[in-house]
Every structure is written in structure tokens, then in C-alpha cells.
């Protein structure tokens, strides 16, 4: 029983980290948020991912430091990099609280 109390633990310390990412390229009208969802369900990260009027799509994601990298990084070396051509990445200063992973249609 100490085990898991010590792996509990332990995930509750690990630094939490949140990101805002825009993607330019052939990002919408090619299933590019559906695939994000389903590349969210493999991580333990929480947020939304959204078209905007300009072309690009938006991200953002919470969850541990290691975590919201991974993900990115699933993103980037996913089928989807043939229609990214540039992202831009920043941190975002508080992690927003997000209940799981949407798409967003606002």
C-alpha cells in the first residue's frame, strides 16, 4: 500500500505547465482538430483546440511539464506535420482549468 501512496504523491509534485500553440499551414478542413483530440487521449493532459478566423488553429493544453511536451511533440511527428508550416509556441504564464480535452467551435 506505501507503493502507491509514494506514486500518488509523487504525480501531485510534478511541475504542472500549460502552452498556447498556433498552427499555420493547411490546418483546417483536413480533420486537423479531430486528429489533436485523438492525440490528447494518449496523454494526461487537459484544454481545447479551436479553429480561428485567420486560417490558423489554436491550442492549448495543461498538464504536467512532461506531459504537455510530449504531447506537442506527438503532434508535431503525427501525420500532421505534412500540413503544419509553422508553429508558434509560448508558455502561458497560469495554467487555465480546463476539464479534459474539446474541441471548440467558437
Do not use: C
Amino acid at each position: 500500500m506505501l507503493g502507491i501512496a509514494r506514486r500518488v504523491r509523487a504525480r501531485q509534485y510534478r511541475p504542472v505547465g500549460a502552452i498556447q500553440v498556433f498552427f499555420e499551414g493547411n490546418v483546417q478542413g483536413v480533420g486537423f482538430r479531430w486528429s489533436v483530440k485523438q492525440i490528447a487521449k494518449g496523454f494526461d493532459v487537459t484544454g481545447f483546440v479551436r479553429n480561428l478566423p485567420d486560417g490558423r488553429v489554436e491550442l492549448q493544453a495543461s498538464g504536467a511539464d512532461d506531459e504537455v511536451r510530449a504531447f506537442f511533440t506527438a503532434i508535431a511527428e503525427s501525420e500532421l506535420r505534412a500540413h503544419i508550416r509553422k508553429t508558434d509556441e509560448q508558455p502561458l504564464a497560469q495554467s487555465p482549468a480546463f476539464s479534459g480535452f474539446s474541441i471548440r467551435h467558437d
